[in-house]
Nanobody, 127 residues
Framework: QLQLVESGGGSVQPGGSLRLSCTASSRALSDYVVGWFREVPGNRRERLSCISSRGRNRYYDESLEGRFTVSRDNTKYIVYLQLTDLKPEDTGEYFC????????????????????WGRGTQVTISS
């Protein structure tokens, strides 16, 4: 069982930045692909990014236009999502999730196959 806790959310103005963290409960994180997803009430869950177990493969949803960057430090059991040039439409609850590395991380990633989920961290973008 892998437990995940997101942190780093908050309220910022448009154009601002945040760094979200996804902290795992154990070193087992190094055997897992991690994905980031966003939820807005009334909308479908959106995919944002995934990163392979050792960090060699990273993919992003095209809609992000290069504004987000995913990284990981397996020695600290943490995966990061750096958010830059934030826009009001980036407002939402951000979740990290983990799937065994056999799932892989590819350009076609979705929330399918992710078995462990954090509780989310809220990001609000407003002026």
């Amino acid at each position: 069982q892998l437990q995940l806790v997101e942190s780093g959310g908050g309220s910022v103005q448009p154009g601002g930045s945040l760094r979200l963290s996804c902290t795992a409960s154990s070193r087992a994180l190094s055997d897992y692909v991690v994905g980031w997803f966003r939820e807005v009430p009334g909308n479908r869950r959106e995919r944002l990014s995934c990163i392979s177990s050792r960090g060699r493969n990273r993919y992003y949803d095209e809609s992000l236009e290069g504004r987000f960057t995913v990284s990981r430090d397996n020695t600290k059991y943490i995966v990061y999502l750096q958010l830059t040039d934030l826009k009001p439409e980036d407002t939402g609850e951000y979740f990290c999730a983990a799937a065994h590395k056999t799932l892989g991380c590819s350009a076609q990633f979705s929330d399918y196959g992710y078995e462990f989920w954090g509780r989310g961290t809220q990001v609000t973008i407003s002026s």
